[in-house]
């Protein structure tokens, strides 16, 4: 196989795959957790669950004040490593035409410079976030090999993707071909790791909101 | 002094200076991409290299890479290569015809066993054992391997005869080959495009002219002087590229500011070739300078690569149909397992018994 | 209708300031004694109007020479005196070389050797031939 015939693999049937697996996966995963559901209570409401439970899905996805200097850190470095990378996937022109070419719709993308600064910012953060993983004694104490599977899966794109916009290392075709091979790898990963909490973690948090709107006290 | 047959000799004969003859080698220099001052080694080199001898078989293919060789066959500063070798077969370009010409291709190849270079343009059908082209009777397939056997280097000029192109696009009905699936004992160099650049096949032949041996080349056995980097790499729209700004259609602002063109279908960046710094039409431009993006012809299959107007990014695939039915029949079978779980958990709770201290 | 295709803007690109620090950077080790030097403008990314502003940036200097040797060549000295623009033309006029030479003299403005063997044998066959052929 050459180097072209790879690429038209991996945009076509790879991609393929990787998409019929994610989708597959998580619209299961989604539903089947939805679908749990809880006996009904009998209990008459005290709140909206809806109402508080969107809210909550929403209002969490702020940071707390209240944290340890310890906990800031990792929060911290969280933060811009998340919002770099879903800018990074979500407003660069390349990734739009690729998204278009799917579901029917584009938008508009963010200058390059942005598009970098969140690229880098997303690079560090995770970095940083892996070092202290290892150094920090109760993170490396919890960690398991998943987290650094999941870390390695998902920071592959973002590095291959930046060598990719930057031409380092390797010529175009080879990173191209390396970069969308790294997106697939991580879209198959998604629904059976714990990197599933892409979506499950708004299930969880509506269903907190939800729960404590029920009863009517503050999640 | 020098020797009669050497170069140096023929082109005193012609009147041709030395000094013209260093003003060739400069050529020849940026031509191949090499360091510039390397134009006095060249002319070293070539003032006493021997005429090689060439024999030229057209296969399943257009005519467009002759054509485009011939461009640059007019008596220019480029033909002097001409005077380099003795084309002895080129059954479009030579005057004999009929027995007389396929007597001069047997003559050539009996006389310079193991000497002469071959090339190829066109691609080789090998279905229903080589029927469906022929020369004189004789199938493509027949002729190259018998043109092989005493070649000393096999060059295959033109994007069908380096990788199967356009007859080998689906459904492929003829079962074309490019040379390098038949042929696996000698040295190959492709030189690929559709047309391939002129310039390269007179760049290749100076390199095996100078340096008596093949150039360095790329994973595909194309040279690197001229494939070793894309039209992306020297694009002169490159820097708007980096930018991030691009032409979404022919014809709005971005298009008139020659803004990159890679959301039409460019496919630059995964085209190796030297159009963009060897140009077209005596230098006039290349694809990209009209307004066009590039269509990967120098590549392997590049007319089944999905298409031409598509940017890199988008899938070669169709993704939507698949997701979609991914996503119905997770969803089906999110739904008909928990529907299995209730019954069952229902099940249970009605087949259970009160839990009482005797089961304690 | 005339639709106004304007160029992008050559200044704000960026190649040109690259290549003028190279060529900086060859002058002056030229200057301090060093050796001479070539960069091979066609190998270089250059959309026509930053080529324009290269040239224009450049300029011409003192000494201007062509050579007729299938097809012209210019030979530029430009207002960078050691900086020459050379540009070898073929017989149809197409730009078939086009260099900087950072060097006192242009290699190829100097007379070759073989050149001048085949002009001395012609002089001494001028000189040898009998004065009466003279009329």
Known sequence: MNPQDLLYWVRGTGLQIAAAIFVLGMSYRMLHLVLLGRKKSLAIPRGSEWAYGLRIMWQRSFVLPELSARGKFTVVAGYIFHLGFLITLFFLSQHIDMLRAILKFGWPALPRSVIDIAAILSIAAMIALLVHRIIDPVKRLLSDFQDYLTWALTFLPLLTGFMLLRSIGFGYTTLLTLHILSVELLLIAIPFTKLAHMFSTFVSRWYNGASAGFRGVKA | ?360 | MIINVEVADPYSVGNIAAILSEIASRLGTLADGGETSLIDLKSLPLSSGEYEHLRFTLGRGEVTASLDAIGMSEIVETQFSGVWWITHYNDQGDIVADLIEIATIPNILLSQPEDMRTGLALLHAIISRPASSHD
Request: charged share 20%; glycine share 8%; with cysteine.
């Open chain 2, 1 to 360: 002094m020098a020797d009669h047959d050497s170069l140096e000799h023929r082109l005193a004969e012609q009147g041709i200076s030395r000094r013209a003859f260093l003003k060739f080698c400069a050529a020849m220099a940026s031509l191949m991409a090499l360091p510039p001052g390397s134009a006095v080694a060249i002319a070293a080199a070539l003032a006493k290299a021997k005429r090689p001898s060439v024999i030229w078989l057209s296969f399943q293919e257009c005519t467009g890479c002759t054509e485009s060789l011939t461009r640059s066959h007019s008596p220019t500063l480029e033909s002097l290569i001409f005077d380099m070798i003795s084309l002895d077969y080129h059954h479009t370009l030579q005057a004999a015809s009929g027995f007389a010409a396929e007597k001069s291709r047997d003559d050539a190849m009996q006389a310079y066993y193991g000497k002469y270079l071959l090339l190829v343009d066109g691609s080789i059908p090998t279905k229903d054992g080589g029927v469906y082209s022929t020369i004189a009777g004789r199938s493509n397939l027949d002729l190259l391997h018998e043109a092989a056997k005493g070649a000393a280097a096999i060059v295959a000029v033109g994007t069908c005869a380096a990788f199967g192109g356009i007859p080998m696009a689906k459904p492929n009905p003829t079962g074309a080959v490019a040379v390098s699936d038949l042929i696996k004992d000698k040295p190959i160099i492709n030189i690929s495009g559709c047309p391939p650049i002129p310039a390269v096949i007179t760049g290749v032949l100076a390199h095996y002219l100078t340096f008596g041996e093949l150039p360095a080349l790329d994973e595909l056995g194309r040279p690197k002087a001229f494939y070793g980097e894309t039209i992306h790499d020297h694009c002169y729209r490159r820097p708007f590229y980096d930018q991030g700004k691009f032409a979404k259609t022919f014809d709005d602002e971005g298009a008139r500011n020659g803004w990159c063109l890679y959301e039409l279908g460019c496919k630059g960046p995964t085209t190796h070739n030297a159009c963009a710094t060897t140009k077209w039409n005596g230098g006039a431009g290349f694809p990209i300078e009209a307004g066009h993006g590039c269509l990967g012809c120098s590549e392997p299959n590049f007319w089944d690569a999905g298409s031409f107007y598509a940017p890199l990014p988008a899938p070669s695939a169709d993704v939507t149909t698949i997701a979609e039915v991914a996503a119905v029949t997770g969803a089906a079978a999110a739904v008909a397992l928990s529907a299995l779980d209730r019954a069952k958990k229902k099940r249970a709770q009605q087949a259970h018994e009160k839990l009482t201290v005797k089961d304690l």
